[in-house]
């Protein structure tokens, strides 16, 4: 009865190694698809620039400035000519909501994010560059689940889940680009990123700049245009508080 638990123990140790293995080599495909591993550890900053639009006055515009070395997100969120600014830095979080109407010089009123908040910030500080950028460290667990076709192409579905968020990644098994993106928040909303076109940043990775995005609480179908700048100097001022 030992012996027999002692194999089932083994069994169940050397499957999961098994996946675990195969996961990061397919995540290891993309990152040579892209650049390769110098270059992508080569990143220590980055500045991110995204139109979402779907025809409607609803459409908007994010932009991002990360440091790695500092622990530091700026995330801008322009919406009706009226900006919302998110930061870290450490152990700081913070919120700026503009006051008064778009047509006047805008001022803000500063105050602090939740720890729940600053949390998700301090995750996506990296995740917004490679969504399983040091997932061991951050104590994720990746599983492979098999095969799917997304879009007419054949991928390998990844699930990586830790910290309350669940990622779904399907990556072309020719390619080994990332061509979908599905992210599970702690809150229950879905968010469901396809990957249509990759392009080359000065810095030599390939980044999506083109993509399509749902939000199962929006439901709007948005196309997303992005450009990217990596390792450029980041002003003092977008992560002071």
Avoid at 32 to 37: C, D, N, Q, R
Avoid at 76 to 104: H, M, N, Y
Avoid at 203 to 212: A, W
């Amino acid at each position: 009865m030992k012996n027999t638990a002692i194999k089932i123990f083994a069994f169940i140790f050397i499957s999961l190694s098994t996946f675990a293995q195969k996961a990061d080599e397919i995540f290891s495909k993309h990152i040579e698809a892209t650049g390769g591993k110098a270059l992508w550890d080569g990143i220590s900053t980055y500045s991110i620039k995204q139109a979402y639009r779907g025809n409607s006055a609803a459409d908007y515009d994010i932009e991002l400035k990360g440091s790695f070395s500092e622990a530091a997100l700026y995330k801008a969120k322009t919406i009706l000519k009226r900006t919302f600014i998110f930061g870290i830095k450490g152990q700081e979080g913070w919120r700026k909501v503009p006051l008064g109407s778009s047509d006047k010089a805008t001022q803000y009123e500063t105050n602090d994010l939740s720890e729940k908040e600053q949390d998700n910030m301090r995750r996506e500080l990296k995740e917004n560059v490679l969504p399983f950028f040091d997932y061991q460290t951050k104590g994720y667990i990746a599983t492979v689940v098999g095969s799917e076709t997304i879009n007419g192409a054949k991928t390998t579905h990844v699930e990586l889940s830790g910290k309350g968020v669940k990622y779904n990644l399907y990556f072309d098994e020719t390619t080994g680009l990332l061509t979908r993106k599905k992210l599970t928040l702690g809150t229950g909303e879905v968010i469901t990123e396809d990957y249509t076109k990759y392009g080359d940043t000065a810095y030599g990775v390939k980044f999506p700049i083109e993509s399509t995005y749902l939000s199962s609480i929006d439901k709007r179908n948005l196309k997303v245009t992005t450009s990217v700048i990596f390792n450029d100097t980041i002003a003092p001022a977008f992560l002071t508080r």
